[in-house]
């Protein structure tokens, strides 16, 4: 039998709210670290880590925590309203994604280096392809009677959707934190800050992803 909410000891909904505060401020501040320290706008290639920061650690972030029982901003308002923003913050991180992509291709292209020849570039490409892939596949939960028209399952297609999304974010924030062991990074972040400007985008990952495994926990815990 499942556990509900009101037999729950209550450290655990503190510290659900705890984490849900933290990994708010987690994302926002690495976001503005990398900022200042890639300066976008000072070069061509500074708008890459920026960019892609700006899509993964705070916009699609953001994005998934609208649906978080415990850290929503959005968490009294009605379902339907959650989802049209969760829509326009992975609009923001894919459009963030595309053009970070768009900018260290280039820039290597201009600089006669080889694309994607690293673990990091490697990741960034498949973590913005599979968000394209997963962004593409969520139109029809927006409009419920095309994928009925279509034959399709609602239910299965939220599965798949936050599975994806699951697997696109992870791949980011792996991104993420294979860029900060890139030689831009690491010439200026050692030691002992390097480790505390990691804590941002694994925090942020293991949150997100209790959040989707819990989800699926419940509606299993649910079923007849």
Same mark, same amino acid.
Request: positive net charge.
């Given at each position: 039998m499942a556990q509900t909410a009101d037999s729950e000891p209550q450290i655990y909904s503190y510290l659900r709210v705890t984490c849900g505060v933290a990994i708010h401020v987690a994302c926002m501040a690495f976001?503005?670290?990398? $900022?200042?320290?890639?300066?976008?706008?000072?070069s061509l290639f500074s708008w890459h880590p920026f960019l892609m920061t700006l899509a993964?650690?705070?916009?699609?972030?953001?994005?998934?925590?609208?649906f978080s029982p415990a850290a929503s901003p959005?968490?009294?308002?009605? /379902?339907?309203?959650?989802?049209?923003? /969760?829509?326009?913050?992975?609009?923001?991180?894919?459009?963030?994604?595309?053009?970070?992509l768009a900018s260290i291709s280039y820039n290597k292209h201009l600089n006669?280096?080889? /694309?994607?020849?690293?673990? /990091?570039?490697?990741?960034?490409?498949?973590?913005?392809?599979?968000? $394209?892939?997963?962004?593409?596949?969520?139109?029809?939960l927006l409009y419920p009677a095309l994928a009925k028209r279509l034959g399709l399952s609602l239910a299965k297609?939220?599965?798949?959707? $936050?599975?994806a999304g699951l697997v696109s974010y992870l791949l980011g924030s792996a991104s993420l934190l294979l860029g900060m062991a890139s030689l831009w990074f690491t010439a200026s972040v050692r030691g002992a800050a390097w480790y505390l400007a $990691?804590?941002?985008?694994?925090?942020?990952?293991?949150?997100?992803m209790n959040q989707v495994t819990r989800s699926y926990m419940a509606r299993r815990a649910l079923r007849p």
């Open positions: 976001t503005v670290f990398i $900022a200042v320290l890639a300066r976008p706008g000072s993964f650690s705070l916009f699609m972030t953001e994005a998934l925590l609208l959005l968490r009294s308002l009605p /379902h339907k309203t959650k989802v049209r923003w /969760h829509w326009v913050l992975q609009c923001l991180c894919a459009g963030s994604a595309g053009l970070g006669g280096k080889p /694309h994607f020849s690293t673990w /990091h570039g490697l990741t960034g490409l498949v973590s913005v392809g599979v968000l $394209a892939l997963q962004s593409t596949g969520a139109v029809p297609l939220k599965r798949y959707h $936050a599975a $990691a804590v941002g985008p694994v925090l942020c990952a293991l949150v997100i």
